[in-house]
């Protein structure tokens, strides 16, 4: 979720029979759904009933800030450098887990597919992996296609 849309939280937004939450006012002003784990289910319960907001005694500047400061005192910094970063390695996780570019977008909530692209970052891990799926049978598969085509003529 984008930073904003977290702070707009409030308890009404968890459904927590569907495991979903609601988020009305977004950047694009379409309301999307997005599914929640059971750990994001109890640390959203737990923090909206708190404070009824995720971050009442913050603003978006001062969690960004404070996002910073964390992240440069951790023994292994983490690679995003932003609090936005994590929206592109969240997008990111999500596909290298198998989920379709389409799912992404309306997790994410962009209008168009060719925005997700912009979260979507690969290694040349993943490219030998992708490579590697293939089983060094392409040219087997290209050559039984074209036999078929001899076949039917």
Known sequence: MR???????????VHEKSMLLH????????????PLTV??????????KETGRMFEDQSEQQLSFRFRLERNTMLEPIDPRRFHDLRHAFASRLVHAGADPYTVMEILGHSKLEMV?????????????AIDSLGGNLFEMTK????RRRDRT
């Open 3 to 13: 930073l904003g849309e977290i702070f707009r939280i409030v308890p009404i937004d």
């Open 23 to 34: 988020v009305a006012d977004t950047k694009s002003l379409k309301p999307r759904d997005i």
């Open 39 to 48: 750990r994001a289910l109890a640390i959203l319960q737990r923090r909206l």
């Open 117 to 129: 692209t912009r979260y979507l970052h690969t290694s040349l891990e993943r490219k030998r992996a």
């Open 144 to 147: 039984k296609k074209s036999s």
